[in-house]
């Protein structure tokens, strides 16, 4: 049974033998132990989430925007017909809710984290603006990996 070895050497990666614990480099066969301490790179990090966010913010502004002159519009002509202008209303107060989903979606893609609301988001941007929505939502898609949840 062997027992444990002292705290002051440790077992080279490279070739296995014990050499001591501080040492940068093996003294047998070279190995350079600086290359192992130094940080592990970073996942790789694309655009695709940046550029998908700003698309789907941009698409979510749309439909807001939107909706808040569905919303004042209905408003301006509600004394003149109450139900057409009442369905206008809801239609423009929807919209526009939905437009702020897809801005937070946007922003949540932007720092790479909800990825289920950040789709979400793209999904509920195609609203406002379809072809670049659908390409934020696709490149958010294909960042997946880069989200942190
Ligand atoms: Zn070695």
Known sequence: MQSSAPQSTRNCVACGRSIAWDANVCPYC?????MVMAPVPQK??????VIGGILIIIA???ELVVGGV??????????????TSGILVACGAVLAIVGIIALLGGIFALQRKHFGLAVLGGVLG???WFIPGLIGLILIA???DEFHD
Do not use: Q, Y
């Open 126 to 128: 195609l609203g406002g």
């Open 142 to 144: 294909l960042a997946r």
């Open 44 to 49: 790789k990090e694309s655009a695709m989430p």
């Open 70 to 83: 569905l919303m004042a519009g209905g408003t301006v002509f509600l004394g003149l017909s109450l139900g």
């Open 30 to 34: 070279g190995h350079d132990f600086r």
């Open 60 to 62: 979510g502004l749309i």
